[in-house]
Structure formats: C-alpha cells, structure tokens
C-alpha cells in the first residue's frame, strides 16, 4: 500500500485495554510500516474503569536514549502521545528536536484533557512541558480542550465561531507547530475538526455527525490512521477526512459493545481500514 517507514511511537502502554500505543501500533503495522515504541508510562488498564496503577518509566527513557544513539537507531517519524512529566518532556522534547534536525517527522498529540477539563494528574508544569512538546511539531492535534490549556485561551462550551477557530490555530502555530488540527470543536454549531496545513498554506473545517458513545482511545486511533494517511503522501485535509471516517465506522461497528471501557479491540477490525 505505501512505502515502510521506521515510525517511533512515544505514549504510554496500558496492561488492559486498547488505547495509546496498544491502540495505534496494530494500526500502524497494518499500514505496511515498522514500527516501535517507547512506553513514557506503564498503566494497568484505561483510566475509564477508576482505578489504576501507573509507573513513570521516565528513568527507563533517560537510558534509552544514549543507547539508541550509540547503535545508529534512526526513525522517520516519531508520534509522541502522553507525557507524565515536565523533566520527561523535555528529555523527549530534547531528543525530538536532534531527530527532526536530521529529516524525522515529529507528530505530537498533546494528551492532557477533555471537555474542558485537564485529567487527573495533569497541571501547569505538565502544560508547559507540552508547550515544549508542541515547538517540535511537524504537525500537532489537539483537542479543543488542550488547545485551550496549550494557548491559555478561555474554553466555551457552547463553542465558537470559525474566526475564533483559526484565531486559536494561530496560537498553537505561535508555539512552534508547522501544522496544526484542533479536533473536537463546536464551530458554529456543529462538532468539526479545524485545521491549517503549512505545506499548501490553507485553513480547513471539516464538520462531522458524532455517535454518542464514549470509547477510550478513540483520539490514538484518530492519530494513527491520520499517520497512516499522511505516510502515504497524501494531503493533510485529505488524511484528516479519511482519519474522521474510519474512525465514525469503528465506532459505530462497535457501539453496542459490553464493556466499553476496554476501547474497542482494533485488531479485529484492520480490514476496515
């Protein structure tokens, strides 16, 4: 289908259940590339069941690094994910920036909050240490919520206007990001993904019917199959569009599901994309 990349996935790793590199490396592979992963955090099972266990694995990460270098490791795209703290952000931003100086691609999705809320565990030190993550970005997207927090904007429930939409775009490029999504926003009325893509200097809103169901990894499969698109040299506005579709068609497959809190079992749905 395309080309095989060598693709680094930086994100947590969860024991039980198919979010963050759980739910994006069997995507990822599916697409053809070789693909690895660097666990920021071990967690037990997805947030969503109320109890977990989480191990910052950031002393791990800080070994890794000096070895990957010595043995000539490279990657032609890396997709950071969760971030635990503001000393691990920058370790990773730092490492992103050396990778992107030689030709990596660096794709950040900056996992903070929802609904206009940050998650347990995420304050001002973890917001300013994804500010960093974002300066480093080829393309970042976050979610209405987080771009908010990233741009120290207030956050409006009823939504807002498409001039206010880019007006926030902006703010997330004044950061540092190359080329920017906001995903989840309300503009003028209706659930849409905002966007401007660098390389062929437009803006786009992409409006979109939500299923109201809630799966945990949604936004990782979001990313990947965003990932998957782009690798395949298509244009941003394109992948997005293909990214909100597929992503649609797994939810709706899946929404009737027992045991929603696990995310939906991707592996079993590959053919699909």
Not at 15 to 27: C, D, E, W
Not at 117 to 144: C, F
């Amino acid at each position: 289908m395309m080309n095989n990349k060598q693709i680094l996935l930086i994100n947590d790793m969860p024991g039980y259940g198919k979010v963050a590199t759980a739910a994006m490396l069997p995507i990822l592979s599916y697409y053809g590339h070789s693909v690895y992963n660097l666990p920021t955090a071990l967690v037990s099972n997805t947030l969503d069941y109320g109890k977990f266990n989480i191990l910052d694995t950031t002393d791990y990460i800080k070994g890794v690094f000096p070895v990957w270098k010595e043995l000539g490791f490279r990657f032609d795209t890396i997709a950071t994910g969760f971030i635990v703290s503001e000393q691990q952000a920058r370790i990773v931003a730092d490492y992103c920036r050396e990778q992107a100086a030689m030709g990596t691609t660096i794709y950040v999705d900056p996992i903070m909050g929802d609904e206009g809320k940050l998650y347990n565990g995420v304050n001002d030190a973890a917001i300013r240490a994804m500010r960093e993550m974002v300066s480093v970005a080829q393309l970042t997207y976050p979610n209405y919520t987080e771009a908010c927090y990233l741009t120290d904007s207030k956050y409006k429930e009823e939504g807002v206007s498409l001039d206010e939409a880019n007006n926030l775009v902006d703010n997330l490029r004044r950061l540092g990001a190359h080329s920017v999504l906001i995903t989840s926003i309300k503009v003028d009325g209706q659930t849409s993904v905002v966007g401007f893509d660098a390389d062929e200097n437009i803006r786009f809103c992409l409006p979109y019917t939500e299923i109201p169901v809630h799966f945990p990894g949604t936004g990782d499969m979001f990313s990947a199959i965003l990932i998957g698109h782009l690798l395949n040299d298509e244009k941003l506005k394109d992948s997005t569009m293909s990214a909100i579709d597929d992503l649609y068609r797994l939810i709706k497959k899946n929404k009737d599901n027992a045991d929603k809190n696990k995310g939906i079992p991707i592996e079993n749905y590959l053919g699909m994309l």
